[in-house]
C-alpha cells in the first residue's frame, strides 16, 4: 500500500456563511479553475499573456483581492482548500468587478506538480502559511526542501518568492529552507522589509501593537 502524502492542511471547513455558499455556488464556475491532472494554459483562462503571480494558502482573500485590484496589469491565481475563504475571495470578485484573479480549491502541491508547467510564474506569494507550532506537526508544514524545489521549478529565473509569518520559529526555519535551495537567493541580508505591495492585514496591525513581530522573507530565483 501507497504511503499516504503528509498534506500541510486539515480540513476544518469551519461555518460557511450564506453570502459565501452564494458566491460559491454562482461564481466559481466563472473563475474557478478545476483539478485535472494536466497543464494548464493560462493565457487562455485570462484571455491574455501578462505577469503571472502565484498565492498559495489566501485565507479569506482580503489581501489577494486587494493585491489584485491595486495591479490589474497582473493576473493572480490563488489557492486555497477551506470553502468559507473561496467564497469570501468569489464574492469580492464581483464586488470589485477583478477580472486578473482565478481560483483553484485544491492541494497546491498536487496542483504545481501535474497542472503548471516548469518556468511559470513571475511571483509566488506564501502570506501566514500555518505554522504548526507543535514539534511533533513540523513535518505538516508547507515549506519544506522537497516543496521549495517543485516551487521554484515553476518559476521563471529573476522570480521572486515572498513567504510571511508571525511565528519567529517558523521564520527560521523558512529562512534557513529557502537559502539551502542552489536555485534561490535571499534579495536581504537575512529578513527583509514588508514590500509595499503586501498590505497590512486587521490582524497583523493588531499584533504588531501588542508588541508581535512578522517576519518577510524574499528570495529570487536565479
Do not use: C
Not at 3 to 13: A, C, E, G, K
Not at 133 to 152: A, C, N, Y
Amino acid at each position: 500500500m501507497q504511503n499516504r502524502p503528509i498534506r500541510s492542511f486539515v480540513l476544518r471547513q469551519g461555518r460557511v456563511s450564506n453570502a459565501q455558499q452564494r458566491a460559491y455556488d454562482t461564481l466559481l464556475p466563472q473563475f474557478g479553475i478545476a483539478y485535472a491532472p494536466h497543464i494548464i494554459d493560462l493565457n487562455g483562462v485570462f484571455g491574455r499573456a501578462a505577469p503571472r503571480i502565484l498565492e498559495i494558502g489566501f485565507g479569506m482573500g482580503e489581501t489577494t483581492a486587494l493585491i489584485a485590484a491595486r495591479n490589474p496589469d497582473h493576473d493572480y491565481l490563488g489557492i486555497e482548500v477551506h470553502t468559507p475563504g473561496v467564497g469570501s475571495l468569489l464574492k469580492a470578485i464581483a464586488e470589485q468587478g477583478l477580472t486578473n484573479l482565478r481560483i483553484m480549491q485544491h492541494d497546491a502541491v498536487e496542483v504545481l506538480h501535474n497542472m503548471i508547467a516548469p518556468e511559470t510564474f513571475d511571483g509566488v506569494h506564501i502570506f501566514f502559511p500555518d505554522p504548526w507550532p507543535k514539534k511533533r506537526h513540523h513535518k505538516r508544514r508547507l515549506i519544506q526542501t522537497e516543496f521549495v524545489s517543485l516551487l521554484t521549478s515553476r518559476m521563471k529565473p529573476g522570480a521572486y518568492l515572498h513567504a510571511a509569518t508571525d511565528w519567529q520559529e517558523y521564520a527560521e526555519h523558512i529562512l534557513a529552507v529557502l537559502s539551502g535551495e542552489s536555485q534561490l537567493q535571499n534579495t536581504a541580508p537575512d529578513y527583509a522589509p514588508r514590500p509595499a505591495y503586501r498590505p497590512q492585514t486587521k490582524f497583523e496591525s493588531r499584533g504588531i501593537k501588542l508588541g508581535h513581530g512578522v517576519w518577510d522573507i524574499v528570495f529570487q530565483r536565479r
